[in-house]
């Protein structure tokens, strides 16, 4: 579900409030013999990690998190909060990068299944829906902890696999169709528009795509002049812009990009073609750079999915569940797979979000599952 309302928190269990930025340093924290309770992270009662199995000591878990690539912030700033949450845990996250060759990501994962999986948490953003099959294949048959994000083929369920904790994902409808309806409000209602996709292989691009049609329907006097991929990046959205404002001109009075990397590439497009003020501009994912735009009014609106928490959400689950702090009987059905919570970011709310507050008990054993919007059908 989305909402207008002040987020909660973006990032939890740093000792200090870690800011959205696109920070690349790894923290120094090591994998000390150190108990939950006497870090101050994930507390509960202690229970078979999985069954046959034993609840691993603390300080053996291995925490990895791994996405595209860290010059996409709202990517970065995922790998951060999963850095926050390791620290918290007196633990250290390993950090992978795939830089969207899904062949690399493949590769990263068997290197790492054969290794030590027995207390191995892998917090993961497979590059599209294909590629989370064999991920979660081997996950399966190593033993590690898994979580996924994001992306899946519909009919692939974690409640068919024992080691795989949970599939978060977004509902990428109801964001794509929320920034459709406010770029809309902002351009009167009337006027054409361009689109910017994602990587086609996603369940978040098209299901984005789909919440962008849904409000075009509701819109009439909006046109939709064209639409082409950029893949999620600034740059490819820089370059698509630039060649769609050439083809269309003047009609242009909105763009809407299924990301924000895509919209910033776009708002610098617009700017350099003298349009500033001029084309109104939506994305998603709230990343710094955005929330700055639409501080100083060069960008309309985002929606958060908040990059930290998922970073930090992914490896708390198979923290606990490693650990044996959390069963996995006691993890409800509609928990395995779900939407989480999101927030639409315009002017009137901004504020909110770009000096966001902490929560700790987000991370909890007991509270892991305190933003579900609802189950994955």
């Known amino acids: 579900m989305i909402t207008s309302r002040p987020t909660i928190a973006l990032l939890s269990l740093s000792l200090a409030a870690l800011s959205l930025t696109a920070c690349t340093e790894e923290p120094t924290g090591g ?5 939950a309770s006497e870090t101050g992270g994930a507390t509960g009662e202690t229970s078979e990690a999985a069954a046959g199995s034993e609840a691993c000591d603390p300080a053996d878990v291995q925490l990895v998190g791994q996405v595209r690539n860290e010059s996409n912030p709202y990517e970065a700033s995922w790998l951060d909060g999963g850095d926050a949450f390791a620290e918290s845990v007196g633990l250290t996250q390993q950090r992978l990068t795939y830089d969207g060759d899904s062949t690399k990501q493949q590769e990263q994962i068997r290197q790492l299944l054969a290794g030590d ?16 099959t064999p991920i979660v294949k081997g996950a399966d048959e190593a033993g590690a902890f898994l979580v996924t994000q994001w992306n899946k083929p519909a009919e692939l369920s974690p409640l068919d696999h024992e080691r795989w904790i949970s599939h978060i994902t977004y509902d990428g409808v109801e964001s794509g169709k929320q920034i459709g309806d406010a770029l809309a409000e902002a351009i009167g209602d009337s006027g054409g528009i361009i689109a ?3 990587v086609l292989d996603t369940a978040a ?3 984005r795509y789909a919440g962008l049609e849904a409000s075009l329907a509701e819109h009439p006097d909006v046109e939709l002049l ?20 050439t083809k269309h001109g003047d009609a242009v009075t909105g763009i809407w990009a299924a990301n924000d990397d895509m919209a910033l590439g776009a708002l610098e497009a617009v700017q350099q073609a003298g349009l500033a003020g001029k084309v109104a501009v939506v994305g998603i994912d709230a990343v710094p750079d955005a929330l700055t735009a639409i501080e100083d009014g060069s960008m309309t609106a985002t929606v958060s999915s908040d990059g930290p928490w998922q970073g930090a959400i992914g490896l708390a689950m198979g923290y606990c569940v490693a650990t044996g702090e959390l069963s996995m009987d006691d993890v409800e059905d509609a928990d395995r797979a779900f939407f989480a919570e999101q927030f639409l970011i315009t002017a009137d709310n901004v504020a909110d979000f770009v000096e966001p507050a902490s929560d700790p008990a987000d991370f909890e054993c007991d509270n ?5 919007a609802g189950p994955l059908s």
């Open 31 to 35: 994998g000390a013999e150190t108990s």
């Open 117 to 132: 999986t027995t207390c191995l948490v892998l917090n993961v953003l497979p590059n599209g829906d294909s590629d989370t």
């Open 196 to 198: 910017l996709q994602g």
């Open 205 to 207: 691009a098209k299901d």
């Open 226 to 245: 064209d639409q082409q991929t950029a893949n999620f990046s600034r740059a490819e959205a820089l370059t698509v812009t630039k060649t769609l404002l």
């Open 368 to 372: 892991l599952f305190n933003r579900v």
